[in-house]
């Protein structure tokens, strides 16, 4: 084949390739793919499973310029607080499913919350990469609704961490975790090309603002997680792992990993399927209500 030939065949591809990153920033910034659900869109769709909801919007502290939003089931007040945090990219629609359960409404308060950079929180599309920062985020939820008063928390994939963070920082504020597909091993955090492809302009102009902001904030994430190696023992709360073994985004390394530094858990298990992929928080959901219902009882 011909260099000019090639040359056309690789024009062609960028093209091809450019016309895909439009394609899906429009579907994304529409509202097709953002990840994003309005309040009135959660009324609607927990109302059908005999859930009400009450959407919040509640100030970060630290001078930051950002609101959390959040979504919360009401249930009584006495009944202890699940806090439930999303991947990347994701937001709180990621818990839709437990959020509609009338059967852990009756033994637990529940709220999925909007990230930093996700979602209706504010500063859409401005990623925060700081773990330490992102447990603070939290922090301010567990105060606003338990002031005072230990939480559970539940952390899929990239959430994962941020509860483990939060758990060495306020460990008089965590009852226990529930680690489902945890990304929480700095040694697995892996660089393929295509991130610097994706950070750098054009590109980053043309794809969707939550993929953006997912690569900018899983760039530093190994840094963040070694930040983060000192400080494990400072988790003594119960603490529940689930992951699947053919998990390609999230290898089952890092269950390893958590066998090794949780060894002052006061409770740890560890719940290893077979069968299922980095989705099994929505895949295999009866698990992973299995481990949280676990905890609380």
């Known amino acids: 084949m011909g260099n000019k030939r090639r040359g056309k065949i690789l024009r062609h591809m960028l093209f091809g390739f450019l016309i895909f990153l439009l394609f899906c920033g429009i579907a994304f910034q529409s509202g097709c793919f953002s990840m994003r659900i309005s309040d009135a869109q959660w009324a ?13 919007f509640i100030d970060i502290p630290g001078g930051v310029d950002r609101t959390i939003h959040m979504v919360l089931i009401s249930s009584a007040d006495s009944l202890p607080l699940t806090i439930m945090v999303h991947g990347s990219p994701g937001g709180a629609a990621g818990y839709l499913k437990y959020l509609s359960d009338t059967t852990l409404s009756k033994v637990t308060r529940m709220v999925a919350l909007d990230r930093p950079g996700f979602g209706f929180t504010s500063g859409f599309g401005v ?3 700081s773990q330490e920062a992102q447990a603070a985020a939290v922090k301010s939820i567990a105060d606003h609704l338990a002031p005072g008063r230990k939480v559970w928390l539940m952390g899929h994939s990239l959430g ?23 990304a929480i ?11 610097k492809v994706v950070d750098a302009p054009p590109v980053r102009w043309l794809v969707p603002k939550p993929v953006w902001t997912s690569n900018a904030e899983i760039m530093p994430l190994e840094k963040e997680l070694e930040k983060m190696l000192p400080l494990w023992h400072r988790i003594t709360c119960p603490v529940r792992v689930v992951h699947a073994e053919n998990d390609h985004l999230v ?16 409770d740890l298990t560890f719940e290893i399927l077979p069968k299922g992929n980095h989705f099994i ?17």
Do not use: C
């Open 44 to 56: 609607k769709r927990l109302k059908a499973a005999g859930q009400t909801i009450q959407p919040q």
């Open 281 to 297: 928080l929505w895949t295999r959901d009866e698990i992973i209500r299995s481990a949280l219902m676990d905890l609380l009882q």
């Open 127 to 129: 990623p925060e990469p």
């Open 251 to 266: 290898p089952i390394a890092n269950v390893d990993f958590a066998r090794r530094v949780l060894t002052n858990s006061v």
């Open 185 to 195: 091993d700095p040694t697995q955090e892996e660089h393929p090309w295509w991130q």
């Open 160 to 182: 994962a961490p941020v509860i483990a963070r939060f758990a060495m920082d306020y460990p008089e504020l965590t009852a226990g975790l529930v680690i489902v597909a945890g």
